[in-house]
C-alpha cells in the first residue's frame, strides 16, 4: 500500500509527539509520517542486517512488521545482533524481535513467521508487505528473494556483509535493476567465505542494516533520490564510502516462476562431492585423538589449518599451526613434508572439519596422506574439554 488512503490514517495525541521530530521534517511532514503508519514491512531474516533496521523502522512508527526466521539466539550472535539479548539465548530469534519491537513501538503489529523462506511458500508470505528487505547471508535465499519481488512486483532492499566490508542497493523499484543485474551467476559454492569463517566486524551491520532501514523509509515517502541503480558499498576498517551504477541488463533471462535455489547455487553437486571426497579420507574422532594424545606414542604429527587468530582463541596440546591459505599456496605443504620427517602419520583439525578436510585432499595430491578430525576444536570442546573456548 505504497500509495495509501491518507484520509482514513490517523494519528493519536501519543503519536504527535512520539514522531515530532518526523513531523517537522518538511520531506516527512504530517502526511509522510501517515504513509509510515500505513506501510507493511517484510523482513528476511533477523541477524546482523536485520536487528538494526527491524529497530529503527518499528522506531519510526512502521505499521506492520513481518518477520521470517527460524533460527535461535545464540551467545556468537549477540557481538553483532543487537535486537536480541543474554536472556533470550536459546529462544526463538522471532519472539524475541518481537518482544523488543514491542517495546520500542507499542503500536506495531508483528507478523512472525518461523520457517525457512522457501519456493513454495515465498510468494504467500511476501504478497500482504508494501516492501521487502534483504537481511539473509546466503545465495540461494538471496535469489529467492529476488525472484519473488520481481514476480511479485515488490521492492527489494537489499544487504550484505563480510569482514570489514558491506554493500547495499535497491532492487526491483521503479524498473531499476534486481540483484540478478548484479550477480547473474551465484558463484561455486564454498568459494565465498561465511562469516562463521571469515569474521564480521560487530558494528558493520549496524551501518548497513540502518542504510537498509533508510531506504525502506525513502521508498515508503516516495522519495526520488533512493540507492535503486546504485550499489553503495563501504568499507569500515579504511572508512570510505563509494558507489558502482547499476543497470538493467536488457538480455537477461526472464523469471516465470520461483525455482529449487539449492541446485541452481549449485549447493547439492558441492556436498555430494565433499561427502565423496570426505569419504575417501581417513577420520577420527576427538576422543579417539584425545586417546593418542594421552598415549606415549610419537609417531604422528598434528596440525591446525585454521586462521592465527583463532589458534589464539583456542587450540588442541600439541598441535602446530598451519593455516589453510599457507597450504592453498604451498608453502604450507613444504612445513607439512619438513615436519613430516620421521613420523608415521599426519593427522589434521580445524572448528568444524570441512577446511581440515580441504587441506587434507590438497596435500593429498602432494603424495601426503592424512587423518582428519571429525568435528574439529569445537566437537572437542564439547567431548573432551568444556574448558576450551566455543566461539
Not at 213 to 239: D, H, P, Q, V, Y
Not at 293 to 312: F, G, H, K, T
Not at 345 to 373: D, Y
Request: proline fraction near 6%.
Amino acid at each position: 500500500m505504497l500509495n495509501p488512503n491518507l484520509e482514513a490514517i490517523e494519528l493519536n495525541k501519543d503519536e504527535y509527539e512520539r514522531y515530532a521530530r518526523h513531523i517537522i521534517l518538511p520531506e516527512v511532514g504530517l502526511e509522510g509520517q501517515k504513509r509510515i503508519k500505513a506501510a507493511s514491512v517484510l523482513c528476511i531474516g533477523t541477524g546482523g542486517l536485520g536487528s538494526p533496521l527491524i529497530l529503527y523502522l518499528a522506531a519510526s512508527g512502521i505499521g506492520r512488521i513481518g518477520i521470517v526466521d527460524f533460527d535461535i539466539v545464540d551467545t556468537s550472535n549477540l557481538q553483532r545482533q543487537i535486537i536480541h539479548g543474554t536472556s533470550w539465548v536459546g529462544k526463538p530469534k522471532i519472539e524475541s524481535a518481537k518482544y523488543r519491537i514491542l517495546e520500542i513501538n507499542p503500536s506495531c503489529q508483528v507478523d512472525l513467521y518461523e520457517t525457512r523462506l522457501s519456493s513454495e511458500n515465498a510468494l504467500d508470505i511476501i504478497a500482504p508487505y508494501d516492501i521487502v528487505i534483504d537481511g539473509t547471508d546466503n545465495f540461494p535465499t538471496r535469489y529467492l528473494v529476488n525472484d519473488a519481488c520481481v514476480l511479485s512486483n515488490k521492492p527489494n532492499v537489499y544487504g550484505s556483509i563480510f569482514r570489514f566490508e558491506g554493500q547495499a542497493t535497491v532492487f526491483n523499484y521503479e524498473g531499476g535493476p534486481n540483484y540478478r543485474d548484479l550477480y547473474p551467476e551465484p558463484p561455486p559454492p564454498g568459494m565465498v567465505p561465511s562469516c562463521a569463517e571469515g569474521g564480521v566486524l560487530g558494528v558493520l551491520p549496524g551501518i548497513i542494516g540502518t542504510i537498509q532501514a533508510t531506504e525502506t523509509i525513502k521508498i515508503i515517502l516516495g522519495a526520488k533520490n533512493t540507492l535503486s541503480g546504485r550499489l553503495l558499498l563501504f568499507n569500515a576498517w579504511e572508512m570510505k564510502f563509494r558507489e558502482l551504477k547499476l543497470r538493467p541488463n536488457p538480455i537477461r533471462p526472464i523469471i516465470e516462476k520461483l525455482v529449487d535455489y539449492e541446485q541452481f547455487c549449485g549447493i547439492p553437486q558441492a556436498q555430494a562431492q565433499a561427502a565423496k571426497s570426505e569419504s575417501e579420507l581417513q577420520e577420527m574422532t576427538v576422543t579417539e585423538l584425545k586417546t593418542l594424545l594421552d598415549s606415549d606414542a610419537d609417531d604422528y604429527i598434528l596440525i591446525d589449518v585454521r586462521n592465527p587468530n583463532e589458534y589464539q582463541i583456542a587450540k588442541i596440546p600439541d598441535s602446530v599451526l598451519i593455516p589453510l591459505p599457507d597450504i592453498e599456496d604451498g608453502d604450507g605443504v613444504a612445513k607439512v613434508k619438513e615436519l613430516l620427517q620421521g613420523k608415521s602419520r599426519l593427522i589434521a583439525h580445524c572448528k568444524l572439519g570441512g577446511r581440515s578436510a580441504k587441506a587434507l585432499q590438497i596435500l593429498k595430491q602432494s603424495g601426503i596422506e592424512g587423518i582428519n578430525v571429525k568435528g574439529g576444536i569445537a566437537a572437542w570442546s564439547k567431548e573432551v574439554d568444556s574448558s576450551v573456548p566455543e566461539y
